[in-house]
């Protein structure tokens, strides 16, 4: 699967949004250093093992690169972003109970923020679900990047090309 390329200076802050989830409750932070062991799990649990080694990534970059999506003072989804290469928004996860109500939208519009902030003027989504292209496009304006290899996870164990 191929990378999605997002220009990141047209993006819009998305107001309606964040109001929406603060109306439910839902609050996306800036995750802490403490937290990093309940994220971790949290990724185990629901989605890849993999996972967890980008997580831990995000704890060593200052600041640290993930958000986190909480409700009832409850973790219920994280996004992260600068974890297997410059530039790179992922893995997000949200917990299957909790989707559908823009909290992945909520977590990738707040990490493609911070990426601008940064200096950058596109960012990449390395290696996107099938399933979730559609939801990118919708969300960013962003564009598969031609390429039949898996972009920077080919270097991956069992990846080679």
Request: aromatic share 10%.
């Amino acid at each position: 699967m191929a990378d999605m390329l997002v220009k990141l200076y047209p993006l819009p802050a998305d107001p309606a949004l964040e109001a929406a989830l603060h109306a439910k409750g839902i609050t996306i932070k800036k995750a802490l250093a403490p937290d990093m062991s309940r994220i971790i799990a949290f990724a185990e649990e629901n989605g890849h093992p993999g996972w967890a080694d980008e997580l831990r990534v995000c704890f060593t970059n200052q600041p640290v690169s993930c958000y986190i999506a909480v409700k009832n003072r409850q973790l219920i989804g994280f996004g992260c972003y600068e974890t297997t290469a410059r530039g790179f928004f992922g893995p997000t996860l949200v917990a299957d109970a909790e989707r559908r109500q823009g909290v992945g939208k909520a977590l990738l519009l707040a990490c493609l923020s911070s990426l601008r902030e940064l200096g950058y003027a596109y960012a990449f989504i390395g290696w996107p679900a099938e399933n979730a292209i559609h939801f990118y496009q919708q969300a960013t304006g962003g564009m598969m990047i031609p390429d039949e290899g898996h972009g920077v996870y080919s270097r991956m164990i069992g990846m080679e090309d």
